[in-house]
């Protein structure tokens, strides 16, 4: 089964939450400053004033504050994250009040069908169980609802696969250590979450499971995703 595995799900957690202080400057140079670009390109008309939006796996909600953004910021809350003090860093950023969910991806406390549209930047690939998740994101979604993903992704190309497993094995730690030093080389455990990540065909194919259409997109040769899947 595609996923973490518990195991190695708590493994990830604990590093998480040891790079608060430098998540986010961190994440901005190891996608070589894409990632802001990539959750505009995938929330941008797939949301609509008024929606309720679930940021899953929000972290400090960046996909949901890009949502805002977008919207004026018509548009109702909530982040659900498993980390407490991710969520309680998010809060202290904001003027208002958010609506925190502390928990998991494969045990979403949310009535079935009522969510317009589903956030995941950068997170479904840390679910212990993908195909939970992703069950359970279709479950809590209305009719017509939106699952908009933005992540790392594993090309079916060969030659691109091993060009994007090389920056991620190497690359990426000389550049996490550069911005924050040691606390930065914790970032290396992004390459174990992404050799268990399916290639993009795969996880593709995982959606049209649940979904009735799914939108694709790949940048950076398949090594980044933009991904919309429609209930």
């Known amino acids: 089964m595609s996923g973490l595995g518990?195991?190695?799900?708590?493994?990830?957690i604990v590093v998480l939450r040891s790079i608060i202080p430098v998540y986010d400057k961190v994440n901005k140079s190891i996608s070589l400053g894409q990632d802001?670009?990539?959750?505009?390109?995938?929330?941008?008309?797939?949301?609509?004033?008024?929606?309720?939006?679930?940021?899953a796996g929000s972290?400090?909600?960046n996909m949901s504050s890009k949502a805002l953004d977008i919207l004026n910021g018509n548009a109702r809350i909530i982040l659900h994250d498993p980390i407490r003090e991710m969520l309680n860093y998010a809060q202290d950023k904001k003027s208002q009040r958010l609506n925190l969910?502390?928990?998991?991806?494969?045990?979403?406390p949310f009535k079935e069908s009522s969510i317009d549209a589903v956030l995941c930047g950068y997170s479904l690939r840390d679910s212990f169980s993908l195909v939970e998740a992703i069950s359970e994101v279709h479950r809590v979604l209305k009719n017509e609802g939106r699952f908009i993903i933005v992540d790392i992704g594993k090309p079916d190309n060969i030659l691109f696969r091993t060009f994007v497993t090389f920056y991620l094995k190497y690359i990426l730690g000389i550049i996490a250590y550069s911005v924050s030093g040691k606390s930065g080389l914790?970032?290396?455990t992004l390459y174990g979450t992404f050799l268990q990540w399916p290639k993009n065909s795969v996880l593709n194919e995982l959606l049209l499971n649940k979904f009735s259409k799914v939108k694709f997109t790949r940048k950076m040769f398949g090594g980044a995703i933009i991904i919309v899947a429609y209930k």
């Open 101 to 108: 969910s502390c928990g998991v991806f494969e045990n979403m």
């Open 36 to 55: 802001d670009k990539y959750r505009e390109l995938g929330i941008t008309s797939e949301i609509h004033p008024g929606d309720l939006i679930l940021d």
């Open 59 to 61: 972290g400090f909600g």
């Open 186 to 188: 914790r970032f290396k």
């Open 6 to 12: 518990l195991s190695y799900w708590k493994e990830v």
